[in-house]
Nanobody, 116 residues
C-alpha cells in the first residue's frame, strides 16, 4: 500500500505564497501519477495539478501560471508551489496517487486559507 501525508497549508494574505508537500511511502514504485486536488466548502473536489511518472504536468486553467507542481524522487515527495494566491484558492488541498489500474490513494488533506 501507499501512504500519503500532506503538509504546508496555512493562512496567507492574498498575493502571498505557500508550498504544499506530499510525502509518499510504501509501494511508491507502483504509482503512475500524482496530483493535487482541492475542495472548497459547498463545492465539488477539483483537480488542480497533476504530474506523471514521466514528469508531464497538467493544470486547471484557474491556477495555470500561478501554481507549479514538481516532484523530488529522492525524497518521495511531490510539491505544489502556489504563488499569487487569491481568496478563491481557499480550500482543503488533497494529494493523491493514481495507479495504472485507475485506483487512487488519498492523503488526509491540508487547509489553505487566503485572506483578502
Amino acid at each position: 500500500q501507499v501512504q500519503l501525508v500532506e503538509s504546508g497549508g496555512g493562512l496567507v494574505q492574498a498575493g502571498g505564497s505557500l508550498r504544499l508537500s506530499c510525502l509518499a511511502s510504501g509501494s511508491i514504485f507502483l504509482i503512475n501519477a500524482m496530483g493535487w486536488h482541492r475542495q472548497a466548502p459547498g463545492k465539488q473536489r477539483e483537480l488542480v495539478a497533476s504530474i506523471t511518472s514521466g514528469g508531464t504536468t497538467n493544470y486547471v486553467d484557474s491556477v495555470r501560471g500561478r501554481f507549479t507542481i514538481s516532484r523530488d524522487n529522492a525524497k518521495n515527495t511531490v510539491y505544489l508551489q502556489m504563488n499569487s494566491l487569491k481568496p478563491e484558492d481557499t480550500a482543503v488541498y488533497y494529494c493523491n496517487a493514481v495507479f495504472p489500474s485507475g485506483l487512487a490513494r488519498w492523503g488526509q488533506g491540508t487547509q489553505v486559507t487566503v485572506s483578502s
